[in-house]
């Protein structure tokens, strides 16, 4: 069922919410905000050909990539936050899952080198047994600055089993959506007698690979980019279709909520904090979202959609809280970057919906909105 244009809001039964099959790859990581694959897999089937082009400039863990190549589209996603630039690029360079396991065992026969964590950050000794702890260390510093498409596949899938409570899960019991408060978790743990697990990490890595590898790779191959959303360097007119969800206003959590999974990569959640838009002013947000869409429309082909998935927020005020229409806020902003406003189509986040994480929920959304936009 292909939406009609119609009314400038629509609110209709999604077509998307009765799916609930998502590719084993799309597994690889879970992270708050992202979205579901049956609302990428709409509108890529609906609104592009095979072959074609399609695009997310805020990619998060790759999911509309990830969807277009299933679908013998090419994926292309860009996000600025290092760990999930990792993910996107782990879900669109094609790799051979033989030459993977061999590369596991490569990794595997360096290993043993640390005697010691003495001087790891005691935040995150707080998550993982001394034996788990040395085997991350090791592979923290095997994989630093290493971009074979095999390494950053083994990245991505550590940054999966970073955290959570699965069996392949390299710390104690927590979330495996985002990493938690090291304080809040130290007392937790203590209070509950939480374990910290003995993980032979190679093996838990094998492991949730084979599950996310179960159904196989794309046969097509995308590109994974790692730019500011307001200056992304590709080519003019190069994309056939654009689906997106970029960060919500007054909600900028994404660096804290993956503190664990930077410290891996070999980053400082503070310092990527400073490359995202970190406001709680409309005017900023405002300007920073017609510039990314400004970009949008740039490398967009002439009559191509672009959907924009967007939530109400709630803003603090000395009156109270104030409920923000984001997507109605931003239809000035999208005519003055070039683009034809077509309609908002409305999306009830169903209570309960797991990517969703407290901060979001207690910051009130509850409803999302897609902007239907053309060039
Ligand atoms: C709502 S999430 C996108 C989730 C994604 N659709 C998914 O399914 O995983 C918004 C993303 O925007 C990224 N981001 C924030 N500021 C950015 C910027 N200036 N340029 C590019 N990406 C940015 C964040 O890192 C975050 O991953």
New binding site residues.
Partial sequence: MKMQKQDAVCIIPLPWKGDRYRHKLHSICS?I???PPSLAKYFILNYSNEGDIVF?????????PLEALLNNRIGWG????PE?YILTKAKVDKIIPKIFFQYLKKLKSQMGFIKSTEDVDPKVKVFYHDSTLKQIIELKELLKNKKSKYAIFTKAIILGILHGSSSYSLSLRCSHSYSMSPGYVKKYAEKNGLEKPIRDVIDCIKNKSLNCLKEGVPSFCGKAFN????NIKIDSDSVDLIV?????FAIQT?AYDNWLRHWFLGYDYKDVNR???NTNSEEKYGQ?MLD?MKEMYRVLKEGSKCFI?IGDVKKKTSKGDVVINTAEFLIKYVKEAGFTFERIIIDKIPQGRKVFNSALCSAGISTERILVLEK
Avoid: E, H, I, Q
């Fill in positions: 992270r905000c992202s979205f997310d400039p805020f990619s998060g863990k790759g999911t509309l860009n996000d600025v936050s999930a730019y500011d959303s307001r997106t969800s970029p960060p919500y994404y490359l995202l838009v920073f990314s998935v």
